[in-house]
């Protein structure tokens, strides 16, 4: 039987769903969180991850991204909303197959077991140590790379050209969001809402860090290579040319 993660942050539906896989034979494990979830995904000795989408942590399409960026398990995402349009995105995004909350526990097990046929079908056996170290060992972290750029969101750390930068712990979220969408302009309303979470926050504040940021990169100030502004919209990091 399977290794399942459940990723949900209410303690009661986390339970139960943990719960209803084990009595469907499955070896089930929960988080409450994103980053967590990241933590037992780069440690690698998964068969499925269900990954509610409102965490408190990291939004959920965020999160399936970058548990794509390091790993290719089995992703069962679990929303509330049912737009075509957001389910289509998720797909795309690397998610396996999607369940709409709620759901009971057997739904989910019945979800659990296509999936798993499928990725068994489609792959190949997908949990012992057959085939090469880079499929059965997906824990060569989630670095996401921009040019010279590597931020670690596991680990929380960032290097530039192989030195690591000295970052804050708000630096580092915003730079690893960023990184997380490189090469789209992210609106400082999005980032507000998306790294501080605060409402009373004002763009000064994302400006204050933006130019620490940059000064620790040793970014020059009049053309900054990886952070650009994009006035009136919002900041891009890029890959410099
Ligand atoms: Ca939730």
Do not use: C
Request: charged share 25%; glycine share 10%; aromatic share 4%.
């Amino acid at each position: 039987m399977a290794r399942v993660l459940v990723v949900e942050d209410d303690a009661g539906i986390r339970t139960s769903l943990v719960d209803a896989l084990a009595l469907h034979g499955h070896t089930a494990r929960g988080v409450g969180g994103a980053f967590p979830a990241l933590h037992e995904v780069a440690g690698g000795r998964l068969d499925l991850v269900v990954l509610d989408l409102g965490l408190p942590d990291l939004d959920g399409g965020d999160a399936l991204r970058m548990i794509r960026g390091i790993s290719q398990v089995p992703v069962i995402v679990a929303t509330a909303r049912d737009g075509d349009d957001e389910m289509i995105e998720l797909l795309n995004a690397g998610a396996d197959d999607y369940l709409v909350k709620p759901f009971s526990g057997g739904q989910l097990a019945a979800r659990v077991a296509a999936v798993l046929r499928r990725s068994a079908a489609g792959a190949g056996p997908h949990a012992e140590q057959s085939g090469t170290p880079a499929e059965t060992e997906p824990k060569t972290s989630g670095l996401l790379t921009v040019g010279d750029l590597q931020v670690d969101p596991v680990g929380r750390t960032a290097y530039l050209a192989g030195a690591e930068l000295p970052l804050t712990r708000r630096e580092f979220d915003l730079l690893a969001y960023l990184a997380a969408h490189a090469g789209q302009v992210v609106p400082k309303r999005t980032i507000l809402a998306e790294v501080w979470r605060e409402s009373y926050i004002d763009d000064q504040t994302i400006d204050v860090h933006l130019s620490s940021l940059r000064r620790k990169m040793g970014e020059p100030a009049a053309r900054p290579r990886y952070l650009r502004t994009v006035r009136g919209v919002g900041i891009k990091l890029v890959t410099p040319r």
